[in-house]
C-alpha cells in the first residue's frame, strides 16, 4: 500500500468513523504486521475452571458477580444469586473470543470508539483476587450503519487490551451481556404460593378484602359478603393464581430505604396454602414496571392427597431458595401483580353479570 492510498483511507477513517475504519482494516490487513494474529485467541490462557470473579465497570456503575461455594451472587446486590447460566454462557464467550483484526489508533479515535475511561472495563479474577485476564470493550461493531446503534445488537465490537492502548481489534461478538445492570444477571427465580386457600389483601390505608376457599377444586367465597354482592370468581381465579409463579425482575440495592421504596407503609398480602405454608407479601410503590416487594414464608409443608408425597418433595426442593428471598428487596413485575393489588370492589360481579 503506496503512502498516497494510506492517505487517502485515513482521511476516510476521520469522516465515516468505524465503518472506515474496516475498510482500513480490510486493506491493510495484507501488509499489516499483525496479520499473524488473525484468529488468534482474545484472552490467551483464560480457563473457565480459574474464573472466581468477574468486574464490569462503566462510568456511573459497576457489578461485581462473584463465586461462592457453589453459587455465583451479585456483590453489589448482598449476595443475591445470580443466574448460573448467564455466567456460564459470558465465560465461555469470553474465552472463546477471536482476534477479528487489528490495527493501530490514535487518541482521539481510541476516544471516539470508547476504548478510554468512557466505555465497559472487564476483568475475570482468580480465587486470590489477582486479574486473569482483562480487557476494555468499545462501541459495537456494525458492518453496515444502523438506522440505530444503540438498540441495535451489532456484529461485533471495538475491544483493547491493556498495555496496548494504542491498538483497536475488533471482534465477532458484540458483548451484549457486558452490562452492570444487575436485571441482567439476577436468578429470576421467585417464589411460587400454590393450591392457595385463603388470601387476605390489605391496602395501606385500611381498606381490604379476603377470599377463601375449603379446597383445591371449591369455589372461592368472599368473606364479609354484604347484601347482593356476589364474587367474580374468574378475578378470585386470577388473583390467587398470580402468586402460583412469581417471577422477579431485579433485586434493590442493599441499602435502599423502606421510605424510598413505599414498603414503610406496604400493601400486605397474606395467602396460605393448602400445603400448609403462608407466604406474606409486602408491596411497595411501583418502580416504572416494578413494584418493590418483600417476601416471608411460614410454616412447614404438609401436602395432602395422592400426589402428597411428590409435592413435598418439590417443595423442599424450592423451599429454602424462597424462604432466602426474605433478605432481599425484590422488584416483581407490575403485570405479575395486577390481578392481586385490585380493590375490593373490582371483585365484585357486574349487576348485568348477576342478572345473567
Request: hydrophobic share 35%.
Given at each position: 500500500m503506496n503512502a498516497r492510498i494510506a492517505g487517502v483511507l485515513v482521511v476516510l477513517l476521520i469522516a465515516l468513523g468505524g465503518g472506515a475504519l474496516l475498510v482500513f482494516q480490510q486493506q491493510g490487513a495484507r501488509d499489516s504486521a499483525d496479520g499473524g494474529t488473525l484468529g488468534q485467541p482474545l484472552l490467551k490462557g483464560l480457563q473457565a475452571?480459574?474464573?472466581?470473579?468477574?468486574?464490569?465497570?462503566?462510568?456511573?456503575?459497576?457489578?461485581?458477580?462473584?463465586?461462592?461455594d457453589e453459587r455465583w451472587t451479585i456483590a453489589e446486590r448482598g449476595g443475591f444469586p445470580a443466574d448460573i447460566d448467564k455466567v456460564r454462557e459470558f465465560v465461555v464467550k469470553a474465552i472463546a473470543l477471536k482476534i477479528g483484526q487489528s490495527e493501530p489508533i490514535g487518541e482521539k479515535d481510541r476516544a471516539r470508539l470508547l476504548l478510554d475511561a468512557g466505555g465497559t472495563g472487564i476483568e475475570f479474577l482468580g480465587a486470590d483476587g489477582k486479574p486473569l485476564a482483562r480487557l476494555a470493550a468499545g462501541r459495537k461493531y456494525f458492518k453496515a450503519e444502523p438506522e440505530n446503534a444503540e438498540k441495535a445488537?451489532?456484529?461485533?465490537?471495538?475491544?483493547?487490551?491493556?498495555?496496548?492502548?494504542?491498538?483497536?481489534?475488533?471482534?465477532?461478538?458484540?458483548?451484549?451481556?457486558?452490562?452492570?445492570?444487575?436485571?441482567?444477571?439476577?436468578?429470576?427465580?421467585?417464589?411460587?404460593a400454590e393450591k392457595v386457600k385463603t388470601m387476605e389483601v390489605r391496602a395501606a390505608d385500611g381498606a381490604s378484602?379476603?377470599?377463601?376457599?375449603?379446597?383445591?377444586?371449591?369455589?372461592?367465597?368472599?368473606?364479609?359478603?354484604?347484601?347482593?354482592e356476589k364474587l367474580d370468581s374468574s378475578r378470585a381465579n386470577a388473583a390467587s393464581y398470580s402468586l402460583s409463579l412469581i417471577e422477579l425482575a431485579d433485586v434493590a440495592p442493599a441499602d435502599a430505604k423502606p421510605e424510598a421504596t413505599g414498603l414503610d407503609?406496604?400493601?400486605?398480602?397474606t395467602a396460605a396454602t393448602l400445603d400448609g405454608l403462608t407466604y406474606t407479601l409486602k408491596i411497595g410503590r411501583l418502580e416504572g414496571q416494578n413494584y418493590f416487594a418483600t417476601v416471608a414464608i411460614a410454616g412447614?409443608?404438609?401436602?395432602?392427597?395422592?400426589?402428597?408425597?411428590?409435592?413435598l418433595k418439590k417443595i423442599n426442593e424450592r423451599l429454602p431458595r424462597e424462604k432466602a428471598l426474605a433478605?432481599?428487596?425484590l422488584l416483581i413485575p407490575k403485570s405479575k401483580l395486577d390481578d392481586v393489588v385490585r380493590k375490593r370492589a373490582d371483585l365484585l360481579a357486574k349487576k348485568e353479570e348477576k342478572k345473567k
Open positions: 475452571s480459574q474464573v472466581a470473579s468477574i468486574v464490569i465497570r462503566q462510568p456511573k456503575d459497576a457489578i461485581t458477580i462473584a463465586r461462592k445488537n451489532g456484529d461485533g465490537r471495538y475491544v483493547a487490551l491493556p498495555g496496548d492502548e494504542k491498538r483497536v481489534i475488533v471482534i465477532s461478538d458484540p458483548l451484549t451481556q457486558a452490562s452492570t445492570r444487575s436485571a441482567d444477571w439476577i436468578s429470576k427465580a421467585g417464589f411460587a378484602w379476603k377470599i377463601e376457599r375449603p379446597g383445591d377444586n371449591a369455589d372461592w367465597k368472599l368473606a364479609g359478603a354484604r347484601g347482593d407503609k406496604p400493601m400486605v398480602v412447614e409443608p404438609k401436602p395432602e392427597g395422592k400426589d402428597a408425597e411428590e409435592r433478605a432481599f428487596t
